[in-house]
């Protein structure tokens, strides 16, 4: 069972990707399927400085709720960064990358969630 602390900086998560345009936004709870997070957030973006300026979205925002960041990697050639907050793992792809990688499918043991009916609902209260 995922605790609200971490369903509300996920939802934040979210609201900051969608902010600066991130396309096809997934959330996957992996938090029956596997021990290294609860959440993987997925999206998309168009080109290197969008790709980074969704990282940085990220990172000010769940910085700023307390969440300090892990790990991250990719950023500097932006195909794909992965950003790792523990229970919130945030991947941001290049079309390409995200094409060829598939986490959706990869991870389709985990449940997928609506990620902006998850943000509303979680937002709301």
Known sequence: MVDNRT???AASAIEALEN???EDISLIDISEVSV?????????GNNKSQIQALSDAVDEKLGKAGLPLKQIEGYNNANWILLDFGDII???FDKENRLF???ERIWRDGKKIDAKEFKEDVLKN
């Open 90 to 92: 945030v991947h941001i």
């Open 36 to 44: 290294i997070a609860d959440y993987f957030i997925i999206a998309g």
């Open 7 to 9: 369903k509300e900086l």
């Open 101 to 103: 990688y598939d986490l």
């Open 20 to 22: 600066k345009k991130a």
